[in-house]
């Protein structure tokens, strides 16, 4: 059950970021400066607003500084 859980998890992680490599600039600073305000504790949360973070670090690295 475990395995089976950690797997879906993996999975819905890796469904959420690329999904956020189609969102626009405008929508991840958004979304970010939400997660920056808010500061989430719930599980669900917290892990959207790691995948933001990832992706605007990924950007960054790009030289797109959209958040």
């Known amino acids: 059950m475990k395995r089976l859980s950690l797997i879906l998890s993996i999975v819905l992680v890796v469904a959420c970021e690329g999904k956020m490599q ?3 600039n405008q929508e991840l ?3 970010n400066d939400e997660c920056v305000q808010k500061n989430p504790t719930s599980p669900g949360k917290v892990t959207a607003c790691e ?3 990832k992706e ?5 690295e790009q ?3 959209a958040c």
């Open 51 to 53: 995948n933001i973070r």
């Open 22 to 24: 189609k969102m626009s």
């Open 56 to 60: 605007c670090e990924r950007r960054r």
């Open 63 to 65: 030289g797109n500084f």
């Open 29 to 31: 600073a958004a979304k």
